[in-house]
């Protein structure tokens, strides 16, 4: 996992249809935290496929997943779509006022600027 401890911002997404994939994000973010240890991260947690909520489909509950993004100081919660294209943007921009902010930077500067971002 020497990757997580090398990335700044991280994306945990599950789907609203699934708990179990809910409570594995769970896991994971306790383990980042314990894995960082006092460096900073940000993240973004995504409850997908909210496009299924209209078909009665939704396991895990809003609350939940905002209940556990306050729980870090340094995550946020959306709910997305992929099919309807619901929030999808805005966590990739999230993830740029971030970095934005953490280094000082505007947007001249990151386009000039040879960092990069891993999607990994």
Same mark, same amino acid.
């Given at each position: 996992?020497?990757? !997580?401890?090398?990335?700044?911002?991280?994306?945990? =997404?599950?789907?609203?249809?699934?708990?179990?994939?809910?409570?594995?994000? /769970?896991?994971?973010?306790?383990?980042?935290?314990? !894995?960082?240890?006092?460096?900073?991260?940000?993240? =973004?947690? @995504?409850?997908?496929?909210?496009? *299924?909520?209209?078909?009665?489909?939704?396991? =895990?509950? !809003?609350?939940?997943? /905002?209940?556990?993004?306050?729980?870090?100081?340094? *995550?946020?919660?959306?709910?997305?779509? @992929?099919?309807?294209?619901?929030?999808?943007?805005?966590?990739?921009?999230?993830? @740029?006022?971030?970095? !934005?902010?953490?280094?000082?930077?505007?947007?001249?500067?990151?386009?000039?600027?040879?960092?990069?971002?891993?999607?990994?």
């Amino acid at each position: 996992h020497e990757w !997580m401890i090398q990335c700044n911002f991280f994306i945990f =997404v599950y789907s609203i249809t699934s708990y179990d994939t809910f409570e594995k994000i /769970q896991h994971l973010i306790s383990e980042l935290n314990k !894995m960082k240890r006092g460096l900073k991260w940000y993240g =973004v947690i @995504a409850g997908n496929k909210l496009d *299924l909520e209209e078909h009665d489909l939704r396991k =895990v509950p !809003m609350e939940d997943a /905002q209940k556990l993004a306050k729980q870090y100081s340094n *995550l946020k919660f959306y709910e997305t779509s @992929a099919r309807c294209k619901i929030n999808n943007e805005e966590i990739f921009y999230e993830c @740029a006022r971030w970095y !934005m902010h953490e280094t000082k930077q505007d947007w001249e500067e990151v386009n000039k600027s040879n960092s990069c971002c891993n999607i990994l």
